[in-house]
T-cell receptor
């Protein structure tokens, strides 16, 4: 029973390039969340998606960042024209249900570590 | 806004020592509280949770009690093992009532290392 799969685990980009991070949720999960962890900080919520819908993107930077979760295939977090400040660990999490009370039980992937040179 | 503050680490203990990792949260609303753990090379896993004041979450010998009066949710274990070495994250649900749909506010994490 595969867990949440993220790839790549490590990604190096030069300033101005694009970064694409992929996340396959656990089998049977249709709710995906992306979190970002900057150095020396906790995880920060970025976006919550269901299949073909963005439910909450209140944590996404207004520019250069986008996320999708298509009907088929993994969820993708896309960062255009990367800058050094984008260097961070990006974690994907999934859950089997959405708007329910008091669960908080997310299943996390191992993270993708982006380094911008 | 919502925030969670954890004690600064790293924490280094000998096997069978007592562990406390402090966590406090902002008191907006009535959040649910969580401890997640990240073992080396793995993703975060839910360790325990508490959904209302005075609730005690427990799992694998770890405990934490939801203290509304002190806005705290400190993690404790009476006798740690080498296998407990990991990063521990305290978290709260986003808004009042616990309808968080996975949108959590995390502390910065505490690295625990247990030596034999």
């Amino acid at each position: 029973n595969a867990g949440v799969m993220q790839n790549p685990r490590h990604l190096v980009r030069r300033r101005g390039q694009e970064a694409r991070l992929r996340c396959s949720p656990m089998k049977g999960h249709s709710h995906v969340y992306w979190y970002r962890q900057l150095p020396e900080e906790g995880l920060k919520f970025m976006v919550y998606l269901q299949k073909e819908n963005i439910i909450d993107e209140s944590g996404m930077p207004k520019e250069r960042f986008s996320a999708e979760f298509p009907k088929e295939g993994p969820s993708i977090l896309r960062i255009q024209q990367v800058v050094r400040g984008d260097s961070a660990a990006y974690f994907c999490a999934s859950s089997s249900t959405g708007r329910e009370t008091n669960t908080g039980e997310l299943f996390f992937g191992e993270g993708s570590r982006l380094t911008v040179l | 806004g919502d925030s969670v503050t954890q004690m600064e680490g790293p924490v280094t203990l000998s096997e069978e020592a007592f562990l406390t990792i402090n966590c406090t949260y902002t008191a907006t609303g009535y959040p649910s509280l969580f401890w997640y753990v990240q073992y080396p090379g793995e993703g975060l896993q839910l360790l325990l949770k508490a959904t209302k004041a005075d609730d005690k979450g427990s799992n694998k010998g770890f405990e934490a009690t939801y203290r509304k009066e002190t806005t705290s949710f400190h993690l404790e274990k009476g006798s740690v093992q080498v296998s407990d070495s990991a990063v521990y994250f305290c978290a709260r649900s986003f808004n009042a009532g616990g309808t968080s749909y996975g949108k959590l506010t995390f502390g910065q994490g505490t690295i625990l290392t247990v030596h034999p």
